[in-house]
C-alpha cells in the first residue's frame, strides 16, 4: 500500500492520522456524483488525485455560483484534492495513466458507459496492471440494462425512479427535490461501495468492480412507497408535507413562520395532546392508534393541530413541544440554516482560504470520527496544479513534463 504525507491541518501544528491515510485514489469524476464521492474520501485523508482535461477542465468549474469568474460549486465539491490535467485520447496520457494505475487503490470514473473500454481503459485492461484495483464506476443507469448506455443527469433520475410523483402537494406538477439527491446520494452509495471493497481487498487481497447508478439509488431510498405498491397495491401520490404511515407528521403555519411536527408514537401522540391541553384526544376512538390517526389525518386531525399552533409564534411551538420531548423544528431558510447555532457547533459551516475565490465558507464534514477525524485541510486545486509534483512522483524528468505540456498531453 501507498503512503502518502499529508499535509498538516489548517491551523494546528502537527500532522494528524486520518482514517484513509495511505489511499491514493485517482479520480477521473466531473460534475456532482464522483466529485462528491471521492470529497467524501478527501476528506478522511485519502489522496485524491483529480485529473481533469487539459485547458477547459471539468464542466463543474462552468456552474454557479461564481466570484469572478470562478466556481464556488466545484471549489466546495473537489477540497482536499491534488489536481492533474491529463488528455485521455494521446497515447502518452493513457500511458501516464497506467502508471499512476500501479500504484493507486482506486480509480473512480462517471464516464457514459463504454468510453473507458473506447479509450483502452476498461476493468480488465487495468485490472491486468493492478490486480488490487478497486475500479468504481457511477453512472446514471448502471453498467447492465437497457439503459446502460443512455446518458443521465439528476433530475432524469428524479423522475424515473418515482420521486417525482411523491413529491409536492396533490394536483401540482411531478416535482424533483431541490437538492440533487440522485447526484449526492448516488456518490456517498459510491463512497460505501468502495470502502466495502478496500475492506474485502485488505482480507483477500483482491481487488473488484464497484458499480452504483442513479436510478437504482433513489428507487432504494423511495422508503415506504415501494412496499405500500408491492404490498397494498396501491400507487403513492403527492400529499405535501404529510407522512403516508404517521400522523401527525406534518408541517404547520404558526404566527411567524411554519415549523415540522413529527409524532411518531403513540407515547409521543399523549404528550402532544397534554401540550394542547387536549387530554380528550388521547382516547378518542379515531385517534387512540397511529392508523387511525393516519386514517382521519384529513381534514379532521391536521385541522386540530393547525388550529392550536397558529396561535404560536415558531419559538412559542419549539419550547413547548421540546419541554413535550416531542420532534419539532421551526422551517428555516438556507441563510438561517448557515447561522443555525447547531450547525455551527457540529462545524458543518468551515472556513478555507483559496487561491481563485480567497476565503469561502463552505459545508464541513457530516462523518465524524472521535481518533481519526475528517477535516477540511486543503482548497481544491485550480486546473493542472500538482502535474509536475505528481510526474516527477512516476519518474518523469522536468524536461520530460515540458514536453508533454508542448504537445498538450497534460
Known amino acids: 500500500m501507498l503512503y502518502s504525507k499529508r499535509e498538516p491541518d489548517s491551523g494546528q501544528g502537527e500532522s494528524m492520522v486520518r482514517a484513509l491515510d495511505g489511499i491514493r485514489i485517482i479520480d477521473l469524476t466531473t460534475a456532482y456524483s464522483g466529485p462528491f464521492c471521492t470529497m467524501h474520501l478527501a476528506d478522511h485523508g485519502a489522496e485524491v488525485i483529480k485529473v481533469e482535461y487539459p485547458g477547459a477542465g471539468e464542466q463543474s468549474r462552468t456552474w454557479g455560483p461564481f466570484k469572478d469568474g470562478k466556481s464556488g460549486y466545484y471549489n466546495f465539491l473537489n477540497r482536499n484534492k491534488k489536481g492533474m490535467t491529463l488528455n485521455l485520447k494521446h497515447e502518452n496520457g493513457k500511458q501516464i495513466l ?33 490486480p488490487r484495483l478497486i475500479y468504481a464506476s457511477i453512472s446514471g443507469f448502471g453498467l447492465t440494462g437497457i439503459y446502460a448506455a443512455r446518458p443521465c443527469y439528476d433530475i432524469v433520475a428524479q423522475a424515473m425512479s418515482g420521486i417525482m410523483t411523491i413529491t409536492g ?3 401540482s406538477p411531478p416535482t424533483k427535490t431541490g437538492p440533487s439527491i440522485g447526484d449526492n446520494y448516488t456518490g456517498t452509495y459510491l463512497a460505501l461501495g468502495i ?57 404547520f403555519e404558526a404566527k411567524d413562520g411554519y415549523i415540522a411536527v413529527g409524532v411518531g408514537t403513540s407515547a409521543q401522540w399523549t404528550r402532544l395532546c397534554e401540550a394542547m391541553n387536549r387530554e380528550d384526544l388521547i382516547n378518542d376512538d379515531k385517534y387512540n392508534t397511529n392508523q387511525k390517526r393516519v386514517k382521519n389525518y384529513e381534514p379532521e386531525l391536521r385541522k386540530i393541530v393547525s388550529q392550536w399552533i397558529k396561535t404560536y409564534t415558531r419559538q ?59 477535516g477540511v485541510f486543503k482548497a481544491a486545486p485550480t486546473l493542472g496544479e500538482n502535474n509536475s509534483e505528481i510526474l516527477a512522483s512516476l519518474g518523469y524528468s522536468p524536461e520530460n513534463i515540458e514536453e508533454l505540456k508542448r504537445a498538450e498531453t497534460i
Do not use: W
Open 316 to 374: 412559542e411551538v419549539e419550547e413547548l413541544l421540546v419541554a413535550a420531548g416531542i420532534c419539532v423544528g421551526p422551517v428555516l431558510n438556507v441563510a438561517e440554516a448557515a447561522n443555525n447555532p447547531q450547525i455551527k457547533a457540529r462545524e458543518m459551516i468551515v472556513d478555507i482560504d483559496t487561491p481563485e475565490l480567497g476565503k469561502i465558507s463552505i459545508p464541513g464534514v457530516p462523518i465524524k470520527l472521535e481518533v481519526s477525524p475528517g
Open 169 to 171: 402537494f396533490p394536483g
Open 195 to 251: 470502502m466495502l471493497a478496500l475492506f474485502h481487498r485488505e482480507r483477500t487481497g483482491q481487488g473488484q468492480k464497484v458499480d452504483v447508478s442513479m436510478l437504482d439509488t433513489l428507487f432504494s431510498v423511495l422508503e415506504n412507497a415501494v412496499i405500500t405498491y408491492t404490498l397494498a397495491g396501491e400507487t403513492p401520490k403527492q400529499i405535501g408535507n404529510a407522512d403516508p404511515g404517521i400522523a401527525p407528521f406534518d408541517v
Open 98 to 130: 497506467r502508471e499512476l494505475v500501479k500504484q493507486a487503490d482506486v480509480l473512480v470514473e462517471n464516464f457514459k458507459v463504454g468510453t473507458m473500454e473506447k479509450l483502452g481503459l476498461s476493468y480488465e485492461e487495468l485490472r491486468a496492471i493492478n
